[in-house]
């Protein structure tokens, strides 16, 4: 029969209100209700005479539904198992979590008077069209009235003409599907709802999956992903993201859905059975759940700060970094190039070559204003060009003091232009504290205390590097860039040894990153003192005092070796696990002869280690050894179980660590490239022959933005503060907004820092939303302590500030977690 879409109507308003009459008398729905005993028997009129299939002990007044209805009269063949599995769940476990449970496939059930006897509804059905317009209003009307709905797998093929129905799901089965049973890997996202809580990371099992018309994620609360790559999806399918089970608030109650339990060997299985249970407790109100947190129309991001002033500098720089202090004000720096009117001097005879402003700018939330608190003379401003022009040297990271609050202190890592040598192309990096005067917002400069510099080539781009992180310590970590040009070497590994300037090479990245004697291309830990001198905390990866090899060639303030361009670094305050991202070098597909295309490179790091570069990247993928006479001729394939240093400009060690492969990485050709290997472990390297391990991100045009692991604070009134769902996870991203990352993602604990694969990814792209008038050039992003999200916009230029330059945050709208507390369902003692 045609149907057309149910709307809303007069009738099904006043079914709504009779029904939430009934149920509050009855003390289902709602906590307001007077009885002493607030979920008696129902009386005579509303008595269902269907019948009990049990009676758990504990005298449990919770109710659940099982409808089973057909609209064909071709039972589907799961419902006997699975109301056998719902009854034993309702069976058993703690005597507060039990329910009855009442099974029909009768839809004259849906009427005001029957349903309000229920706490939930479950759809254990097959598709089609099970109920008129008068039983679909009062099943509208029984969940505005603040009832509870689980649908289970064919459950979204029902109602077809029914608009409300379908938001009620969710999300529609797309045609050309799978129709067989098949294994596949379920990723679990939210790791504290009770439907999925007690889930592994990775969940394999078989089922019929579908795929969907629309893609629901953003709209519900997604709380598990299936993994497509584990099973064949066929021709509709969703791709990464493929939401198998999600919940929502819906109409003035609540709705779950999943995808699984397909098949009746499904209900048969332990962690299957813990899903139900978990979604019941939901939907009944036994437990509370946030089923709030992954929709995108709850959040809010607002820009800050306006454009500047023609000629000024009040509002921002060139964004490179920010950090939010102890007590909210937010901290963010401009590297060094001026706005578009500001003057470029590239000429080495000019004393001024490369000078700008590296500025710093203190945002109070308490008051929305802005304070330019100071400049440093930085050398940074040569504007754009080739690699032997343009400069990414400036004022490069900045960090607060553990004890900011009392003593002021801020940390800034910048090449000073006072400290070029223009006849060599030298300059020095520094690390110096600072105090900043917490009253007015200005930045003393007169009290700079230089902790830490070391020499750096300034004669060829790039790669400086530049954030700055403690752990729980007061240990402070460093990130530097390799300080070093892969344009001499096809854009692949950054490891020819010719190119040089007045004896300085500039091509070679083992001179820097693989150099266990050089600051350069790696992840400083030290100890900063009050006397602003710092030591050497225990457990780095060199102590400066190895003996092997001659000693006099590692350097201690190392804990990290092989990296390319770490700008952004962050610790998990709760772990210590130290995050890190950097940029890859310039190729843009992998070759035979040379090794893997550029890798865009994430890692969670927990130990001191040898990351590779340039030597190998990614899972250890190797690249090929090049040296004098002629670099051009490739030499064998670096081994990384024991990486040499063979270069003509090493003065560290030759025997390196082994290589620790990393968490994340990309390229233009996809998300965790990987090839088969020959009996060496040698990748193939051929584009054809290759694997994508991580199908959520993709490369191009790239530079990653790594970012914070989010940790909640359940003691902060804050109204703006992520909720907890996001508790551990790490956001990662990219400058750029097309297909590149903008995830938060899970690791497993056990192989963390390890090389092991995160077990799961979410989009935050339109959370943090991206496009010309959004976030579209994501230069840093931190949480505040008040659980909100500061993110840097740098802007539509290069190496200067614009009017789209912004400082934004991003707060949470949703509210708590439901049902509210005072409407949990409670039990007779």
Same mark, same amino acid.
């Given at each position: ?33 007077? %009885? ?35 609209? +064909? ?16 769940? /309702?069976?058993?476990?703690? @005597? ?9 496939? &009768? ?6 008077? #029957? ?46 003409? =029914? ?6 799901? +969710?999300?529609? *089965? ?9 294994? @596949? ?30 893609? *629901? ?37 609540? %709705? ?64 490179? +970094? ?59 401003? #040569? ?48 690390? %110096? ?110 102590? /400066? ?49 040379? /090794? ?70 990309? =390229? ?69 907004? /097309? ?23 979410? %989009? ?6 991206? +496009? ?20 840097? &916009? ?26 509210? @507390? ?8």
């Amino acid at each position: 029969m045609q149907r057309t879409p149910h709307r809303r109507s007069r009738r099904r308003r006043g079914l709504a209100a009779a029904l939430t009459a009934g149920v509050v008398a009855s003390g289902l729905v709602g906590g307001t209700s007077a %009885s002493a005993r607030p979920y008696p028997e129902p009386p005579p009129t509303t008595t269902l005479s269907l019948p009990t299939l049990s009676s758990p002990p504990g005298g449990a007044h919770v109710r659940v539904l099982v409808f089973h209805g057909s609209a +064909g009269g071709d039972e589907s063949p799961t419902v006997n198992a699975g109301i056998e599995a719902i009854e034993k769940i /309702g069976q058993s476990g703690p @005597a507060a979590q039990r329910f009855r449970v009442e099974a029909t496939d &009768d839809a004259a059930v849906f009427t005001t008077a #029957k349903l309000g006897k229920f706490n939930a509804v479950v759809f254990l059905t097959g598709g089609g069209d099970v109920l008129d317009p008068e039983q679909e209003a009062g099943l509208e009307a029984y969940m505005e009235a603040g009832g509870g709905f689980l649908g289970i797998h064919d459950a979204a093929r029902n109602e077809p003409y =029914s608009d409300w129905f379908g938001g009620l799901i +969710g999300a529609r *089965p797309a045609a050309g599907g799978p129709t067989n049973v098949q294994r @596949a890997t379920v990723e679990i996202g939210d790791r504290q709802h009770p439907a999925t809580k007690s889930l592994p990371l990775q969940w394999k099992r078989p089922d019929k999956w579908l795929n969907w018309t629309k893609n *629901p994620s953003g709209d519900v609360h997604t709380v598990a992903r299936v993994r497509e790559a584990t099973y064949k999806p066929g021709a509709s399918a969703n791709g990464w993201d493929h939401p198998v089970s999600w919940c929502r608030d819906y109409d003035g109650g609540r %709705s779950f859905y999943t995808g699984m339990g397909g098949t009746a060997e499904s209900f048969q299985e332990t962690d299957f059975r813990d899903h139900l249970r978990g979604a019941l407790q939901w939907t009944t109100r036994i437990a509370r759940a946030d089923c709030k947190a992954g929709i995108n129309a709850h959040y809010k991001a607002e820009r800050l700060t306006a454009p500047n002033r023609p000629g000024q500098s009040d509002q921002i720089g060139e964004p490179h +970094g920010l950090v939010t202090a102890k007590d909210g004000r937010v901290i963010y720096i401009g590297r060094g190039g001026g706005d578009s009117n500001a003057p470029v001097v590239t000429d080495w005879n000019n004393p001024d070559i490369g000078k700008g402003q590296g500025q710093i700018h203190v945002y109070d939330p308490k008051t929305g204003k802005v304070t330019l608190a100071g400049a440093l003379t930085v050398f940074g401003n #040569k504007g754009g060009g080739d690699e032997l022009v343009k400069n990414e040297e400036g004022l490069l990271g900045v960090e607060t003091d553990p004890d900011f609050l009392t003593n002021g202190w801020v940390y800034l890592h910048y090449t000073p232009h006072s400290q070029i040598n223009r006849d060599t192309h030298m300059a020095e990096r520094r690390v %110096s504290r600072f105090t900043l005067d917490l009253t007015t917002n200005k930045l003393d400069l007169a009290s700079e205390k230089v902790l830490l510099k070391w020499p750096v080539q300034i004669h060829s781009c790039c790669h400086s590097g530049g954030g700055m992180a403690w752990d729980s310590k007061q240990n402070l970590y460093i990130a530097t860039g390799d300080n070093n040009s892969s344009r001499f070497s096809d854009g692949y590994s950054g490891n020819n040894p010719e190119p040089n300037f007045k004896g300085v090479s500039f091509a070679d990245a083992r001179r820097t990153a693989g150099n266990t004697n050089n600051l350069n291309g790696k992840i400083l830990r030290i100890h900063p003192e009050d006397d602003g001198t710092y030591t050497l905390p225990e457990g780095n990866l060199f102590t /400066g005092k190895e003996p092997a090899e001659g000693g006099g060639k590692t350097r201690g303030e190392i804990y990290v070796m092989g990296v390319r361009n770490p700008a952004r670094i962050a610790v998990d305050p709760k772990t210590d696990i130290l995050y890190a991202g950097w940029v890859g070098p310039d190729a843009g597909a992998p070759s035979t002869t040379w /090794g893997p295309a550029k890798y865009d490179t994430f890692a969670a790091i927990t130990k001191p280690g040898n990351h590779g570069w340039p030597y190998c990247m990614g899972n250890n993928q190797p690249y090929r050894d090049r040296n004098l006479p002629d670099p051009s001729k490739p030499l064998g394939w670096y081994d990384c179980a024991k990486p040499k240093n063979e270069s003509p400009n090493n003065d560290g060690l030759v025997n390196l660590p082994p290589v620790t492969p990393n968490t994340i990485w990309y =390229s233009p050709q996809g998300g965790g490239v990987d090839y088969p290997r020959d009996a060496t472990g040698v990748p193939s390297y051929k584009q054809e022959e290759q694997k994508l391990l991580l199908p959520w991100l993709k490369g191009g045009g790239q530079a990653t933005m790594n970012g914070p692991v989010y940790r909640y604070d359940a003691s902060s009134d804050s109204k703006d503060k992520w909720p907890s769902y996001w508790d551990g996870k790490w956001f990662v991203g990219d400058f750029y907004d /097309g297909d590149q990352p903008r995830h938060a993602v899970l690791t497993d604990p056990k192989t963390v820092g390890n090389g092991g694969l995160p077990t799961h990814a979410e %989009s935050l792209k339109k959370i943090i939303p991206v +496009g010309a008038d959004g976030i579209r050039n994501l230069m840093d992003w931190k949480f505040a302590p008040d659980g909100s999200l500061y993110v840097l &916009d740098y802007g539509r230029g290069f190496f200067t500030s614009d009017a789209k330059s912004a400082l934004w945050r991003v707060t949470y709208r949703g509210g708590e977690p439901t049902p509210a @507390a005072s409407d949990l369902a409670r039990k007779a003692e």
